[in-house]
Structures are given as C-alpha cells and as structure tokens.
C-alpha cells in the first residue's frame, strides 16, 4: 500500500481486518450468520420534487440488488488473508465493478447477490493507479440488476449522496449525506502518484464499503467509494470520505476489459497550482500549474524542463519558486495541477507532448516523449 495512506484508509486494510473479525464474532458470513440491513437516512436527504430526486428508500429499494458482497483470497507481504468488500453491477452480461484493492492479487473472487446466490467471478482486469477493477461472472441463472451510471462532471457541492454496501461485513447497508467537496487528489495504490477528480462526501463510509457506489439524488452512480479519512484513533467512518469519479470509471473500466491492465504514461513531474494563494509571488500569470520539481532521469528532465530552485514561504506554505509554468499541453489549455496529471493520464508510454511554458516570463515550447510510469514517483 502506497505510504501517503498514512493519513487515508484505504478500506482494504479494513477489508482484511474486517475478514478476521467475522472469523473471530461470526458477524455476518455465509455460514448462517444473521445480518440485517441498516437505513441511516440524513435529514438534508429527502426528495425534492423540482429537481425530480427520489427519496432515499426508493433508491435503496430499486438499487440495492444490484450492489454485491465481495470476499478475495489475496497474499500480502507473504502473508495470505480474506478481504472483504463491495461491487456493483454495470451490465446485464455480468460486469462488476469494484476496487483494484479489494480484489489485490487474486484470479478469482466470490460474489454474493442479494438474493444470496453466490457466482465465482473472474478478475478480468485491475488499474492501480485509479483503484478500480473490473469482474465477470457467468449471467446464466443469475438475475442481475444493473446501476445506471451518472456524471460526476456535473456533482456539484451539497448535492446528495448515498452510499450502498457491505460495511463490516453487513450486507447492503445504506448510509446518506452529501457531496462535501469535488475535485480531490487522493493517494494511488502506485506509491508516490494520485487520483485526481475525487469525490468527497460525508455519507458514513466504513471498511467493507469499498468498490460500492456512491449515488445522486436519482439513484445513478456518480463515483465508487475507495477511502476514508481516520483520526489516527480509529478505523471507522469520521465524516470524510472519498470516492473515485465514475466519470474515471467510464474511462478505465472499457480498457481494462480489453486490456487487463493499463499503462500509464509517465512526464516526471511534481506542479504546484498557481492561484491566489501564490498572488505574492508576482508569478505573472493568474493560473497554471508551476513545475516545483523534476524527477532525475524522467522524461521531463531529459528534455529540459526546469524545476523550482529558491525556496521561500508564500502564503503561508513552503514552495520552490523560479521553475517552468506549464500553460498548455498538446494545445490544451493547463489552469492547475490537476490538469496536468489528467491530460498526461490521457497519454500512452511512448507518446510524444509539446509542453507550452513560461520561462523567466518568455514562452517557451518542449518536446517531451514520455515512458511508462515506474512504481514511485512525483504526479505528473
């Protein structure tokens, strides 16, 4: 697991300790264990009938079928253990979609319905760098309830969101709250890379949620949980959590059923974004992504991008000034660091860019052939 989880939870770590708890309690197994549904419903989380949105029950009602419980047998450090977690189906053919960690390494998972008919699925492929896999299990004799995907581009904060899934191992619990925030960076199952365009919300989300979707007000998944924030004291839910953008999903999921896997391009790179809170450093531009630092041997540094060199305290953080300001990648216009990590998340290894800077104040332009993206890293 990638060290900037120190402060996240991936629910995977959960997952696995959630899996020994269930052994030690016998909380809620395929073993005759009773489990029942939990409906935590927020009082910001009622229908509104202008915009169309359906009440909570309703969505639980019509969309919970399609929510699965997940157990993988995966080997870890040499160790070999149980996570648990949560899918969802995306097609009447038998396409899941879940966490690239709740299923780790494994070839094979179990899934169970809720109608509680158990299928072995095939992993059919997983992405690290966004957390997410893709499953299939054979559709005969199975009656699948496929989620009907949303747009995370159009979330905006305190929109509604609800959460279905498997926390601890209770089956199909529903929790409800809202979009807290849009756009979030949280850390890859890659050491040293993230995941851009994050949803965060303060829907409960516990270990065993993971892989399960979170929902807008008319039931479409708008992004995949993945993660909690902790307070150090704890494991459980403390009000933020975070979800893959389904938009990301939309992406990925396609490649990986074609692929298995993808490979992701590498610039070598590490951007701070210029807003207001770098105005005093008179950068000259009001937005764009200031190159901080610049891997050795990377891609970028062989064609010479340049990277901070004095360090100072602007705005109350430590920044190194005097680096590139990428304005454009390939023509397309760079306002933030996030742009950069996804015009570059939309690159192969081997594909060339032409990076637009500015240089001391001039416009300068690069060729950039970028490689595959090693195992640790800066972004970008």
Do not use: C
């Not at 959630?18 to 910001?44: C, H, K, N, W, Y």
């Not at 009938?49 to 019509?62: F, N, Q």
């Amino acid at each position: 697991m990638p060290k900037p989880l120190t402060t996240f939870l991936a629910a995977v770590l959960g997952g696995i300790v959630v899996a020994v708890a269930m052994l030690a309690f016998d909380i809620g197994g395929d073993d005759g264990a009773t489990t029942r549904t939990v409906l935590e419903q927020s009082p910001v989380a009622g229908a509104d009938p202008e915009k169309g949105s359906l009440t909570p029950r309703a969505i639980y009602k019509r969309d919970a079928p399609g929510v699965v419980f997940i157990r993988a047998r995966i080997s870890e450090g040499g160790d070999t253990g149980e996570a648990t977690g949560s899918g969802f189906v995306i097609g009447r053919g038998g396409s899941i979609v879940t966490n690239a960690h709740v299923v780790g390494d494994a070839k094979t998972v179990t899934v169970k319905f809720s109608d509680s008919k158990v299928a072995t699925a095939k992993v059919a492929g997983r992405d690290p760098s966004t957390d997410l896999a893709l499953l299939l299990v054979d559709p005969e004799g199975l009656d699948l309830h496929a989620l009907a995907l949303g747009s995370s581009k159009r979330v905006r904060v305190g929109d509604l969101a609800l959460a279905i899934g498997n926390p601890f191992g209770l089956e199909r619990t529903l929790t409800t709250g809202v979009i807290s925030a849009i756009q979030r960076q949280i850390p890859s199952l890659q050491e040293g890379f993230s995941i851009g365009n994050a949803l965060q919300t303060d829907a409960a989300i516990n270990p065993g949620n993971s892989g399960g979707p979170l929902l807008d007000g008319l039931g479409r998944v708008i992004g995949v949980n993945a993660q909690i924030r902790t307070d150090g004291a704890s494991q459980g839910n403390t009000g933020i959590g975070f979800a893959v953008a389904i938009d990301t999903a939309k992406e990925v999921i396609p490649r990986l059923r074609r692929e298995g896997s993808i490979e992701r391009a590498y610039l070598g790179v590490g951007t701070s974004t210029i807003d207001d809170s770098l105005a005093e450093a008179k950068l000259g531009v009001e937005d764009g992504a200031l190159v901080v630092t610049v891997n050795p041997r990377s891609p970028a540094s062989r064609a010479g991008v340049k990277p901070g060199t004095r360090r100072t305290r602007v705005g109350g953080q430590q920044i190194a000034l005097g680096g590139d300001i990428i304005r454009a990648i390939d023509g397309k216009r760079v306002r933030s660091s996030e742009d950069v990590a996804r015009l570059i998340g939309t690159k192969r290894p081997g594909d060339s860019v032409e990076l637009e800077l500015l240089r001391g104040g001039k416009p300068k332009n690069v060729t950039v052939k970028l490689t595959k993206r090693p195992s640790g890293g800066v972004d970008g």
